[in-house]
């Protein structure tokens, strides 16, 4: 789960979930959304699938972590490029694997 200061340091970064938008490949959001996020900022999600999210993710993320060898693993988690503005929230970091997890639901 990001953190509210994660959220505001979004604000000044371009992060991996922006990318798809800017070039087109999110079909649920475009530059424009990106623009608007960055100089508005955004609120957080809500409902059932959002919550259920947040309280599965550490738990889901250490059974991934156990069931491929990856010994400790880092929740939520903020990386930057040297530069400062492009960034990544991480839902689990594996330093010694060099190997991230990135814990998502959907339903149908």
Same mark, same amino acid.
């Given at each position: 789960?990001?953190?509210?200061?994660?959220?505001?340091?979004?604000?000044?970064?371009?992060?991996?979930?922006?990318?798809?938008?800017?070039?087109?490949?999110?079909?649920?959001?475009?530059?424009?959304?990106?623009?608007?996020?960055?100089?508005?900022?955004?609120?957080?999600?809500?409902?059932?699938?959002?919550?259920?999210?947040?309280?599965?993710?550490?738990?889901?993320?250490?059974?991934?972590?156990?069931?491929?060898? @990856?010994?400790?693993?880092?929740?939520?988690?903020?990386?930057?490029?040297?530069?400062?503005?492009?960034?990544?929230? @991480?839902?689990? @970091?594996?330093?010694?694997?060099?190997?991230?997890?990135?814990?998502?639901?959907?339903? @149908?």
């Amino acid at each position: 789960m990001i953190t509210p200061e994660q959220r505001e340091l979004r604000r000044d970064r371009l992060g991996s979930s922006d990318f798809p938008a800017i070039v087109g490949a999110d079909p649920s959001r475009n530059p424009a959304d990106v623009y608007y996020d960055k100089v508005y900022g955004t609120k957080d999600l809500d409902g059932d699938a959002v919550r259920l999210g947040n309280l599965f993710e550490t738990p889901l993320i250490a059974w991934a972590a156990e069931v491929l060898g @990856l010994g400790d693993v880092e929740v939520n988690v903020t990386v930057e490029h040297a530069g400062g503005i492009l960034a990544a929230n @991480l839902d689990g @970091l594996a330093r010694g694997a060099r190997c991230i997890i990135e814990g998502k639901w959907t339903a @149908l």
